[in-house]
């Protein structure tokens, strides 16, 4: 690792040294510039940023590695061998928030992560990993701008830690280790956002593997102030990353990992995973899309979806959500788009495998710059919003190693070529995961979970397996199922003027409700019982047409949602929008774009059986308080 620089000094440290220091530390400064640093500065941004330093590029990584991770410590995603968060002011000074910094019981950070700016423009939450002998999983630590309050938010004594009995089950000299200390261990949280009175953060305390792969599932947990524990807010059997609190109704915007496995069969009788024996007319999915919810759990929708992946998306001071995504020249390339709210290109779960989409128009998506003022091409990723109209991101020529990797500021009007603003480079460490400092006008307050515990409920429901569950349920309610969605989404026109792309079904009767159960890690001999697809019970609609069910809250199972018609088979219904080719587009009414979460005593809702995934308006143009 690189040696501490020598202008660093503890927060402790100085205040011991006398009534100099504590001016100094007056003036907001709770370690010394880094003048080491000084020669790396290439330009001074317009407000403070803070920004991580990596031995790799790391931080451009969205799904968690391959691995089980049943030997101590387990898999660690997104590790680099070092790490450091550091902070560039307008003056060009730069000072290291965390590196050589010591926390209440001693120990050090050795690497950082996903830093994010609180409401009030005055604290950092990141997450951070201990040197050894720590095990090194990731945690959520904060401090002040200043440098002073370095603390654990996450992972401290009474964190309860893993809901289920996670992978790792033996110590590093072959013993097995008990269940409660694998269950403290054994998860990452990762990507915070302060909420105001609360935390977001991806986490994967839900041991999963996912089916066809061994990736640590992640979702977004969210855990108020004074809680005993977090709750999820999302159910995904893959990863939830890089949530992000928008100035709309306390809506988060994240990138979600759709690769739910399951599709309607050739007959449209079952959805089953893709795996076992038969033909599909639909595809299982595989695609990051720009997602949101809200901090209740409720309001689960889309903001940005289209063939591209949809990494780290982030409101802008425009209005659209800038997000990076891979380049069209391949080899690992990133670049930077940004789109209006509610852009939607693709329908990966319920469009029918016979035909692609019709060519869409609607609404605005553009490419950032992607030479630099030298005309090298450039990889750019991590983009961030910046005051003044302005756009932090992360960028290094193409072909440069990890310490190429430097901040950069662009304008967020990308109709035409801009110049690019060369901020910083350190050329051993890769520097990325820019975010500006600034104030923003989020309301603060505690969010509360819906509750159905007044309500009457079964005392049991008759599963499709001939058994009969008597346990927790959930509340699932749908008004809109077989009406048009209140407000389209940009997409719904084609390159012939012709819509809706995506119509709302008529003809669905019932919804039915299967379970995907997770891995389970709890075998005395095999390491991983896979989890299995069990189709759980239907519901027949009411008079008016919505939908009201109890629905089992089997533990930590995810949940996915079909229509059926009144055949009993998946709803199929044909789009008569046709584009300039004289295409158009057949769908069937399956939610297999996501997993759906099931709490006990829990109430859910969605809006119709809108393909292309429930859409509600908002604002999200940020702004400074």
């Known amino acids: 690792m690189r040696a501490r620089s020598k202008y660093l000094v503890p927060a402790a440290l100085v205040l011991a ?45 969205a799904a968690a590695p391959e691995g089980e991770g049943f030997t101590y410590p387990g898999t660690i995603p997104w590790a680099a061998r070092e790490g450091r968060l550091r902070r560039l002011d307008p003056d060009g000074r730069v000072f290291e928030l965390t590196w050589g910094r010591t926390l209440d019981d001693g120990g050090t950070l050795v690497d950082v992560m996903s830093p994010s700016i609180t409401p009030d423009g005055e604290r950092v939450v990141f997450a951070g990993r201990r040197a050894a002998p720590d095990p090194g999983r990731w945690r959520i630590y904060e401090v002040h701008l200043d440098g002073t309050g370095l603390r654990q938010l996450t992972g401290n004594p009474g964190d309860p830690g893993c809901v289920n009995v996670p992978p790792m089950r033996f110590a590093a000299d072959g013993s097995t280790l008990p269940d409660a200390e694998r269950k403290a261990l054994d998860y990452d949280d990762v990507d915070p956002v302060d909420v105001g009175n609360g935390l977001v953060f991806a986490s994967s305390r839900l041991p999963d593997l996912g089916r066809d792969h061994a990736r640590r599932a992640t979702q977004l947990w969210i855990w108020s102030a004074g809680e005993p524990k977090p709750l999820t807010l999302t159910a995904n059997r893959n990863n939830d990353r890089w949530p992000y609190l928008t100035l709309a109704e306390n809506l988060l915007v994240f990138s979600l990992w759709s690769r739910n496995r399951e599709a309607v069969t050739e007959d449209a009788s079952d959805v089953r995973p893709v795996g076992t024996p038969g033909t599909y007319a639909t595809s299982a999915t595989d695609q990051w899309m720009g997602a949101r919810v809200n901090l209740a759990a409720t309001q689960f929708g889309f903001v940005v979806k289209i063939a591209e992946a949809v990494w780290r998306p982030r409101p802008l001071f425009n209005g659209r959500v800038a997000f990076m ?13 940004q789109a209006d709210w509610g852009y939607l290109r693709v329908a990966p779960s319920s469009l029918s495998a016979a035909g ?64 690019p603003q060369f901020l910083f480079d350190d050329p051993e460490l890769a520097d990325a995961e820019p975010v500006a400092v600034y104030a923003r006008p989020v309301p603060v307050g505690k969010r509360v979970f819906a509750s159905v515990k007044d309500y009457k409920q079964p005392d049991f429901v008759n599963l499709f397996s001939g058994k009969k569950y008597e346990g927790a349920y959930g509340l699932f309610e749908n008004s809109m199922i077989n009406v048009p969605s209140v407000d389209d989404f940009l997409g719904q026109k084609t390159d012939a003027g012709q819509g809706p792309v995506i119509p709302a079904p008529t003809n669905i009767k019932s919804v039915v409700f299967f379970a995907a159960h997770r ?84 109430y859910h809702f969605c809006l119709g059986c809108h393909t292309g995934h429930t859409f509600i308006p908002a604002d999200v143009t940020e702004r400074v308080r």
């Open 519 to 602: 891995d389970r890690f709890d075998d005395p001999v095999k390491p991983r019982v896979p989890g299995e697809w069990e189709r759980l019970m239907s519901e027949p609609l009411t008079d008016k047409g919505g939908l009201r069910a109890w629905v089992p809250a089997m533990g930590t199972s995810a949940g996915v949602l079909a229509g059926l018609d009144a055949d009993g088979k998946v709803a199929r219904w044909e789009s008569k929008a046709k584009d300039k080719a004289g295409r158009s587009a057949t769908f069937f009414a399956l939610a297999g774009d996501h997993y759906s979460g099931v709490r006990a005593d829990g």
């Open 17 to 61: 040294v006398g009534g100099g220091v504590a001016a100094y530390l007056a003036f907001g400064r709770g370690v010394w510039e880094a003048r080491d640093l000084r020669p790396h500065v290439r330009s001074n941004p317009p407000v403070p940023v803070v920004f991580t330093s990596r031995s790799d590029a790391s931080s451009f990584q």
């Open 325 to 337: 995504t891979p380049h069209p020249a391949g080899n690992g390339r990133l670049r930077l788009a």
């Open 356 to 419: 692609p989409m019709p060519t869409q128009v609607g609404g605005t998506l553009l490419y950032a710059p992607d030479r630099d003022a030298d005309d090298r091409e450039l990889t750019v990723g991590c983009p961030s919003p910046c005051p003044n109209g302005t756009v932090l991101c992360s960028a290094a020529p193409v072909g440069a190693a990890a310490g190429g990797y430097g901040l950069y500021l662009f304008p967020q009007e990308w109709s035409t070529w801009q110049k």
